[in-house]
């Protein structure tokens, strides 16, 4: 065994893309916890907390960023285009290249290290399950059809079965987070304010979702349980229906009501807002079985709870540079 990560004072963590909206989350919450903080990333002078290294990479190519993850404890891998735009050819072939590129040049990476991180948390998404109806999903799961699962999956695949040394390898797939700083209640606040905040299709599909103080937590739990393994769902164990999602959401707007969307208006409202239908339209009703079998404790499992927990309305609809998903 290489003790090489032994001998840090504090344990270290690489993240790749961590200048994204889950990252820019989860960054403050790695330093408060103790670790130090390498962020790899294509910016050049990327805005991050003091103290955190930034690592410049291209997601492809093997330069001098290489040498980050050797002796580094875990490598979290965030990294991959944005799903908020539409889908047209073009995004989908990027939204899924970006995402296999950065997992085999972390891959080759973890391979070339003369002391390799012993953990990897790879970001992933429920959209995995695909459409599911009233079904829960969890971990015993199989995957579902259409664009975001088949993207999932694919990711998923190429993270398990990429040829490593021994290194406990967890993929968290997220429900949606909520947060002031970014996520569907950003992305969603300006239909809301259009009124077209009502349900979408039926709104009876689930609508899977998780607090971004949970989702944080998440990482942190998972970086720490060794016991976890392989595919974890990341989601309340409350999921709740689009219709009841969205009058949720419509309340921190003080938007009492909007008319429901059928499906071809969700999906005209969506491609005039810049982004795909498909995530509002399909539902699943995600189960974190692995999570809470483990010992992990949501601090806010209800939507309620959860939404009275954001910055208030107002800071919602106020204008401000969004993070995004780092590419």
């Known amino acids: 065994m290489n003790t090489a990560h032994l001998t840090e004072t504090r344990p270290r963590v690489v993240i790749a893309g961590g200048t994204g909206f889950l990252g820019s989350l989860l960054i403050p919450a790695l330093s408060a916890a103790g670790w130090d903080v390498s962020v790899l990333s294509r910016q050049p002078n990327p805005k991050l907390p003091h103290g955190v290294q930034p690592v410049r990479w291209d997601g492809l190519t093997f330069d001098s960023w290489v040498g980050a993850l050797d002796g580094a404890t875990a490598v979290i891998n965030l990294a991959g285009r944005s799903t908020q735009c539409r889908f047209t050819r073009s995004n989908r072939a990027a939204i899924l290249q970006s995402r296999l590129n950065c997992v085999r040049a972390l891959a080759e990476a973890v391979r070339r290290a003369s002391a390799p991180p012993l953990t990897w948390i790879q970001a992933s ?161 995600a189960i974190p079985r692995r999570l809470l079998d483990a010992g992990f404790r949501f601090t806010l499992p209800s939507l309620d709870e959860a939404l009275e927990r954001l910055i208030p309305a107002a800071a919602l609809r106020a204008p401000a540079a969004v993070p995004r998903a780092a590419e």
């Open 125 to 285: 998404s429920v959209a995995w399950f695909g459409n599911t109806g009233d079904a829960d999903c969890t971990e015993q799961s199989l995957p579902g059809s259409g664009f975001c699962a088949n993207v999932c999956s694919t990711w998923e695949s190429e993270t398990f079965t990429s040829p490593m040394p021994d290194i406990r390898r967890v993929a968290l797939r997220f429900g949606f987070i909520l947060s002031e700083r970014g996520g569907i209640c950003r992305a969603l606040a300006p239909l809301i304010r259009a009124g077209l905040g009502g349900a979408a299709g039926s709104g009876n599909q689930w609508l899977s979702w998780i607090h971004a103080d949970d989702a944080v937590k998440s990482v942190l739990f998972a970086l720490q349980d060794a016991s976890l393994h392989g595919p974890v769902v990341a989601s309340s164990p409350n999921p709740v229906r689009n219709a009841d999602f969205m009058a949720a959401l419509r309340r921190t707007h003080s938007r009492p009501w909007c008319p429901r969307a059928p499906a071809p208006i969700a999906k005209a409202a969506a491609w005039l807002a810049g982004m795909d239908a498909e995530p509002l339209l399909q539902g699943r009703r």
